[in-house]
């Protein structure tokens, strides 16, 4: 068990941040472990009596293990009450009304909380874990945090990824700290302000593009309630090796990538508007066939080809009996990859026990979503190996997939293999990525 004189210096200054900032963001890369200096600020705020009862959202895993399972580690922190507030209506009922210190949600039930505690909302402290999770100002969990954000006294959003796609996003993190006093009571207005429309069809904008210097002129206007820090300024660790395993597709594979390319394009345009919608559909369809499988209207699957199968074979094959994680995007990618692995008794990631398993080194392969496997869990002493088996926009899941393996405890240089198809939209999504990481790294 860890004693409290084991913090690092840095996380004593974010834990007296907290302490100190009754509202702010606290953006921390992967691994530099926001979790115990969350809880050990809230334990300070506790005994000081500036805070009473905490309620700590995150996604649904995390919420129901990660930050339990902290409080087990460490010394200083075994005498915090916390509940968990999942299952049905009924237990999530009983698990509010435990006494305890801390509440677990998953972020999925915020508006029924909301609902249900009404006006009498029982914290004085919330704590958003991986709050990126918020940045649709239209959600139901983003309006229902708005709702309540008068009754409570402190709030700290915690994320490593705070605009994993454009700086469009941080309006929703801003406004629940501040409530629009430093980026605009209204995201039309931050938007106007620091954007001009960019791409376009007729009155539909498909994005917008930073104003001059207005990168600047944001972080400038949130840093007095933000902290930032970057892994590589804090941890030393063995670091990370991207492969890209080009798959070259032959000549009548090729040929059906482009007809199906060039159809569904046809497709598209032929309405004479292209919306957001049934660009992303047509986008999902190609990445779909990159990996070797299509679905239809009717959730059928057409098999196009192995090639990716027949690499990550390779993958784990060469791996002579080391774990490998690997990121599946579709669940007929899975389930290709169960019955392509099966020799090697592959799982796939789902509850604890996986998580145990394979940091105990009883998993060889290990099948994950990276919207289930992509926050706040440690797999670092299951193995170093990852593989990507297809692509995703999504720049946050791609970064917190990652660090589950590369992270505190890691003992080996994680290696990332990606398997891309060449001439594809994959190679499109690894250039986005790129753009997108280089955007957030300004921010932090």
Same mark, same amino acid.
């Given at each position: 068990m860890l004693s409290e004189n084991q913090l690092k210096p840095y996380q004593l200054e974010a834990r007296g941040y907290i302490e100190n900032s009754p509202f702010c963001g606290v953006?921390?890369?992967?691994?530099?472990? =926001?979790?115990?200096?969350? #809880?050990?600020?809230? =334990? @300070?705020?506790? $005994?000081?009596?500036?805070? %009473?009862?905490?309620?700590?959202?995150?996604?649904?895993?995390?919420?129901?293990t990660v930050w339990s399972d902290e409080i087990k580690n460490w010394e200083h922190l075994q005498d915090l009450k916390i509940s968990i507030i999942a299952g049905s209506e009924n237990q999530r009922v009983q698990a509010l009304h435990t006494d305890a210190d801390i509440y677990t949600l998953g972020r999925d039930n915020v508006d029924w909380l909301v609902s249900y505690t009404g006006t009498k909302f029982p914290f004085d402290v919330i704590v958003i874990d991986e709050s990126s999770s918020f940045k649709n100002h239209k959600?139901?969990?983003?309006?229902?945090? =708005?709702?309540?954000?008068p009754l409570i006294s402190r709030l700290v959003i915690l994320t490593g990824t705070p605009s994993p796609n454009s700086l469009l996003e941080l309006w929703p993190h801003i406004y629940l700290l501040d409530r629009g006093a430093r980026l605009g009571k209204f995201v039309t207005n931050y %938007?106007?302000?620091?954007?001009?429309?960019?791409? %376009? @069809?007729?009155?539909?904008?498909?994005? &917008?593009? #930073?104003? /001059?210097? $207005?990168?600047?002129?944001i972080q400038d206007k949130i840093k007095d309630i933000c902290i930032s820090m970057k892994s590589e300024d804090y941890l030393t660790l063995p670091g990370r090796t991207y492969n890209d395993i080009l798959i070259r597709f032959p000549d009548k594979i090729r040929e059906q990538y482009e007809t199906f390319e060039r159809e569904q394009i046809i497709e598209l345009t032929q309405g004479g508007e292209i919306t957001a919608l049934n660009a992303a559909a047509v986008s999902n369809k190609l990445l779909q066939m990159a990996n070797g499988a299509v679905y239809d209207e009717n959730r059928a699957v057409h098999h196009v080809h192995d090639l990716k199968i027949d690499a990550c074979k390779e993958i784990v094959e060469a791996a002579a009996g080391k774990p490998v994680l690997i990121a599946w995007i &579709?669940?007929?990618?899975?389930?290709?990859? *169960?019955?392509? !692995? *099966?020799? &090697?008794? /592959?799982?796939?990631? +789902?509850?604890?026990?996986?998580?145990?398993?394979?940091?105990?080194g009883r998993i060889q392969v290990l099948l994950t979503h990276p919207a289930s496997g992509g926050h706040g869990l440690n797999l670092q002493f299951g193995g170093h190996l990852i593989v990507?088996?297809? +692509?995703?926009?999504? #720049?946050? !899941? &791609?970064? +917190?997939? @990652? $660090?589950?393996?590369?992270?505190?405890? +890691?003992? @080996?240089?994680?290696?990332?293999?990606?398997?891309i198809a060449d001439n594809t939209i994959d190679q499109d999504v690894i250039k986005a990525q790129d753009r997108k990481q280089r955007g957030q790294e300004a921010l932090m």
């Amino acid at each position: 068990m860890l004693s409290e004189n084991q913090l690092k210096p840095y996380q004593l200054e974010a834990r007296g941040y907290i302490e100190n900032s009754p509202f702010c963001g606290v953006f921390l890369e992967m691994g530099l472990g =926001k979790t115990v200096i969350t #809880l050990t600020a809230l =334990k @300070n705020l506790f $005994a000081s009596l500036m805070s %009473r009862k905490a309620l700590i959202i995150a996604p649904k895993r995390v919420a129901e293990t990660v930050w339990s399972d902290e409080i087990k580690n460490w010394e200083h922190l075994q005498d915090l009450k916390i509940s968990i507030i999942a299952g049905s209506e009924n237990q999530r009922v009983q698990a509010l009304h435990t006494d305890a210190d801390i509440y677990t949600l998953g972020r999925d039930n915020v508006d029924w909380l909301v609902s249900y505690t009404g006006t009498k909302f029982p914290f004085d402290v919330i704590v958003i874990d991986e709050s990126s999770s918020f940045k649709n100002h239209k959600s139901k969990r983003f309006k229902a945090l =708005k709702k309540i954000r008068p009754l409570i006294s402190r709030l700290v959003i915690l994320t490593g990824t705070p605009s994993p796609n454009s700086l469009l996003e941080l309006w929703p993190h801003i406004y629940l700290l501040d409530r629009g006093a430093r980026l605009g009571k209204f995201v039309t207005n931050y %938007r106007d302000t620091y954007f001009t429309p960019g791409q %376009r @069809n007729g009155a539909i904008i498909f994005n &917008y593009k #930073l104003k /001059p210097g $207005a990168d600047k002129l944001i972080q400038d206007k949130i840093k007095d309630i933000c902290i930032s820090m970057k892994s590589e300024d804090y941890l030393t660790l063995p670091g990370r090796t991207y492969n890209d395993i080009l798959i070259r597709f032959p000549d009548k594979i090729r040929e059906q990538y482009e007809t199906f390319e060039r159809e569904q394009i046809i497709e598209l345009t032929q309405g004479g508007e292209i919306t957001a919608l049934n660009a992303a559909a047509v986008s999902n369809k190609l990445l779909q066939m990159a990996n070797g499988a299509v679905y239809d209207e009717n959730r059928a699957v057409h098999h196009v080809h192995d090639l990716k199968i027949d690499a990550c074979k390779e993958i784990v094959e060469a791996a002579a009996g080391k774990p490998v994680l690997i990121a599946w995007i &579709y669940k007929h990618d899975r389930d290709r990859l *169960k019955e392509a !692995l *099966k020799e &090697y008794s /592959p799982r796939e990631l +789902q509850d604890g026990k996986d998580i145990y398993d394979w940091n105990s080194g009883r998993i060889q392969v290990l099948l994950t979503h990276p919207a289930s496997g992509g926050h706040g869990l440690n797999l670092q002493f299951g193995g170093h190996l990852i593989v990507w088996f297809g +692509q995703t926009w999504s #720049l946050e !899941l &791609y970064q +917190q997939f @990652n $660090a589950r393996l590369d992270r505190p405890g +890691q003992e @080996n240089k994680v290696i990332i293999h990606r398997l891309i198809a060449d001439n594809t939209i994959d190679q499109d999504v690894i250039k986005a990525q790129d753009r997108k990481q280089r955007g957030q790294e300004a921010l932090m």
